[in-house]
């Protein structure tokens, strides 16, 4: 079984900045992309970004240059660093991870149940 768990979440002043983190974990053999999603309330979910697992990654034009994604392949974990928060951020924030049980199998996405970021003053 593989459980993929958000954590870091919270209440931040504008201007502020958060970390959050994603961790995977069970019987997995391999993980490819890992992505971060957010969804406001009354809104769709729309992609953050992507990591790929060799570190390539790929933002929104709404995060480019205040956000960064990064992963530690050892520990099966993929952080979302937030700069210059805005209160538009205010959502909760979801990870995925494409995630192989057996090492050459096609890859299966699992998300999170991801955690909550406000920003306001």
């Known amino acids: 079984q593989v459980q993929v768990v958000e954590s870091g979440g919270g209440l931040v002043q504008p201007g502020g900045s958060l970390r959050l983190s994603c961790a995977a974990s069970?019987?997995?053999?391999?993980?490819?992309?890992m992505g971060w999603y957010r969804q406001a309330p009354g809104k769709q979910r729309e992609l953050v970004g992507v990591?790929?697992?060799?570190?390539?990654?790929n933002y929104a034009d709404s995060v480019k240059g205040r956000f960064t994604i990064s992963r530690d392949n050892a520990k099966n974990t993929v952080y979302l660093q937030m700069n210059s928060l805005k209160p538009e951020d205010t959502a909760v924030y979801y990870c995925?991870?494409?995630?192989?049980?057996?090492?050459?199998?096609?890859?299966?996405?699992?998300w999170g149940q991801g955690t909550q970021v406000t920003v306001s003053s």
């Open positions: 995925n991870a494409n995630i192989a049980l057996r090492l050459w199998a096609q890859p299966s996405l699992y």
């Open positions: 990591i790929t697992n060799g570190g390539y990654t």
């Open positions: 069970g019987s997995l053999r391999r993980i490819d992309d």
